[in-house]
């Protein structure tokens, strides 16, 4: 099935997230949202050994059984790893991308052992390290507690198989670096000011190698501005899309 109608968003969410980061970014009037749980998060089943290409092949079966052919691949973080694993495995596919709080790098030595040590973690304690470990991280100290509450729900409810595929398919995940130059289609990069996971001179780096991209820079967010600054975040896309 075809459709007549301008490209949608596609928004990836991040780790250990699922859709409903997004629900904020309904509020972008004027095109089509559609929101992915990837395997392993919310309602879609995991898939064992699942690579960060495979991810992208599950959000374009999604879009094939939803009849969208090409879309604006939105993504946070570990949604931004996805999206660039799009140009490898659906390049014709994207009509843009959206790059939140995210890198092209893959893992060091040592970022990709202490994903090992935290898959251990997760088989002999469940998951609620990972959530504490990670939640002070998402938001900047200032977040509203109901925020906090809500990221932390989010966090919590995804289920340890999904956590653990994730954590093996960010680990393993190839160097995105050499596709930077070659991207041709229009490219926005957001970064919240004080994010310390992907912080802003990863994305200025981002920006320096995609012909054509702008960096946005939000204060007074963290790792999550689509949560902590939906209002700036939305209206930052929105001017993209003009
Ligand atoms: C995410 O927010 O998706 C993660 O911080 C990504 C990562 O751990 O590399």
Known sequence: MMRDMSDPIVWIHGFPHAKEIFDAQRAIAGVEHVLVDLPGFGATPARE?????????AVLEELDRRGIQRATFAGLSMGGYVCFAMLRV??????????????????SDEARKGRYAMIEKVQQEGT?????????????ANAPDDVRRRVHEIMSAQPAEGVIA????MAERPDSSPLLPS?????????????????????QRMGSAIPKSKVVTITGAAHLPNVERPDELN????????
């Not at 994730?166 to 398919?169: C, P, T």
């Open 49 to 57: 050994g699942i690579t960060i290409d495979g991810y992208a092949e």
């Open 128 to 140: 609620a390290p990972v959530v504490e470990s990670l939640l002070p991280k998402m938001l900047t």
């Open 183 to 203: 991207i041709d289609v229009p490219v926005l990069i957001v970064v919240g000011g004080e994010d310390a996971v992907t912080p802003p001179s990863d994305a």
């Open 90 to 107: 659906g390049r014709e596919r994207v009509a843009g991308l959206i790059l939140i709080d995210t890198k092209e790098t893959p893992d």
């Open 166 to 169: 994730a954590l093996k398919a």
């Open 235 to 242: 209206a930052a896309v929105q001017n993209h899309l003009k």
